[in-house]
Antibody
Framework: QVQLQESGPGLVRPSGTLSLTCVVS?????????WSWVRQSPSQGLEWIGE???????NYNTSLKSRVTITVDKSKNQFSLRLTSLTAADTAMYYC????????????WGQGTLVTVSS | DIQMTQSPSSLSASVGDRVTITCRAS??????LNWYQQKPGQAPNLLIF???SLQSGVPSRFSGSGSGTDFTLTISSLQPEDFATYYC??????????FGPGTKVDLK
């Protein structure tokens, strides 16, 4: 059974940088899935941030593209999110999710990690 | 980007009721439309993909229909465990992927 587990700081400062990691178990990150980050807040709802393939190929939400970097570490079977220039609007629950390569639905989700941007 | 709307934003229903939720896309997404259920404190869970295909393990009381810009999720007989928020998500020409604002189903 595929499991995704997010980790990272729960509190980050405005103008700072958020770094989150998602550890994948039960499936090789090189299996052929795409690996995404999705966030959820009361004001923005569910928002897709971006995704990465094991080759390093990435796609980003154009609204966040200037501030987002997603990377993959195949040796640790994990992928990571880096989001810069944080504001209160980035406060949200952050989920790591995955979709099969040839499909466009998210069939596995992590439990989520709450990130608050505050001084 | 393609925008998604849902109606109603919330509804109250009783166990055994037939419930229908509507999702509308701002442009034609063919059948690239998925539905998720989210319970409090949990991540969303995939129910329906490709507008009408039931995800493995999802009860058959859930069904989806539609194509183009208008879609529906139907729960044929609402069960206690179905009280949750439901989201549609389009994936036509994705990425990007966009979600609807959600429909909360609660107990009447």
């Amino acid at each position: 059974q595929v499991q995704l587990q997010e980790s990272g700081p729960g509190l980050v400062r405005p103008s700072g940088t958020l770094s989150l990691t998602c550890v994948v178990s039960g499936l090789s990150i090189s299996s052929g899935n795409w690996w995404s980050w999705v966030r959820q807040s009361p004001s923005q709802g569910l928002e897709w941030i971006g995704e990465i393939y094991h080759t390093g190929s990435t796609n980003y939400n154009t609204s966040l593209k200037s501030r987002v970097t997603i990377t993959v570490d195949k040796s640790k079977n994990q992928f990571s999110l880096r989001l810069t220039s944080l504001t209160a609007a980035d406060t949200a629950m952050y989920y790591c999710v995955t979709r099969p390569f040839i499909h466009y639905y998210f069939d596995q989700w992590g439990q989520g990690t709450l990130v608050t941007v505050s001084s | 980007d393609i925008q998604m709307t849902q109606s109603p934003s919330s509804l109250s229903a009783s166990v055994g009721d037939r419930v229908t939720i509507t999702c509308r896309a701002s442009q034609n997404v063919r059948t690239f439309l998925n539905w998720y259920q989210q319970k409090p404190g949990q991540a969303p869970n995939l129910l329906i993909f490709g507008a009408s295909s039931l995800q493995s393990g999802v009860p058959s009381r859930f069904s989806g229909s539609g194509s183009g810009t208008d879609f529906t999720l139907t729960i044929s007989s609402l069960q206690p465990e179905d009280f949750a928020t439901y989201y549609c998500q389009q994936s036509f020409n994705a990425p990007p992927f966009t979600f609807g604002p959600g429909t909360k189903v609660d107990l009447k």
